[in-house]
């Protein structure tokens, strides 16, 4: 494309660009006037009366000068923590004085009801079909390879074997809930 129709092409542009604003802004643009190009140019808009402002504005050179902002650092991402000191423990309860009378200690209502002892056994896992699954516990000493309803160590009955967990019962606290023992726990 040469110069001379480059610059005909940008001249023709030119002319359409400017008669669409002289028909969009209605002439306010070539007459002068201004406007927000939003209104008609006769429109009650242009006719109503506008704000006088004051020619000049006070300078206030107090408000200019740069004050320095206050800087609260907060936590050091390279600095380790350290945590507060623990608060205090709470005071002993103050004790009455004694009487000289022994005071009768509260009898129990209830008749303790006796635990079952603890599960001294950790299970290492199971292996087997699905419907004939052998559990293996150890005690840190011996292995036990136990199937649903064997006794182990004499004190605790194989209740269910997953292959993540065991639950073991009590020889004798049937009533109580079984233990689920999770693998190496």
């Known amino acids: 494309m040469s110069g001379e129709r480059r610059r005909g092409i940008l001249l023709v542009a030119l002319a359409a660009l400017l008669a669409f604003a002289a028909v969009r802004f209605g ?6 006037r201004g406007g927000t190009g939003f209104s008609p140019p006769d429109s ?9 402002l004051p020619q000049f504005v006070e ?3 107090g408000e ?3 004050k320095p902002a206050e800087f609260n650092p907060g936590r ?19 004790q009455k004085a004694p009487t000289g009378r022994p005071q009768p200690k ?15 056994v950790t299970f290492l896992g199971s292996f087997g079909p699905v419907d004939r699954r ?16 064997d006794v182990v160590k004499e004190h605790f009955v194989v209740d269910n074997i997953g292959f993540e967990s065991s639950d073991l019962k009590y020889v004798n606290f049937p009533e109580e809930p079984p233990a689920r023992l999770a693998v190496g726990g």
């Open 64 to 66: 200019l000068e740069n």
């Open 106 to 120: 509260p009898a129990s209502t209830t008749p303790q009801k006796p635990k079952p002892p603890p599960v001294t």
């Open 27 to 32: 002439g306010a643009l070539l007459s002068g």
């Open 76 to 94: 050091d991402p390279f600095g380790f923590y350290t945590p507060p000191p623990p608060p205090p423990p709470p005071a002993p309860p103050r």
């Open 134 to 149: 052998i559990a293996v516990f150890t005690d840190g000493n011996d292995l036990y390879n136990a199937r649903v309803g």
């Open 44 to 52: 009650p808009a242009d006719n109503q009366s506008r704000i006088d």
């Open 59 to 61: 300078l206030r050179l």
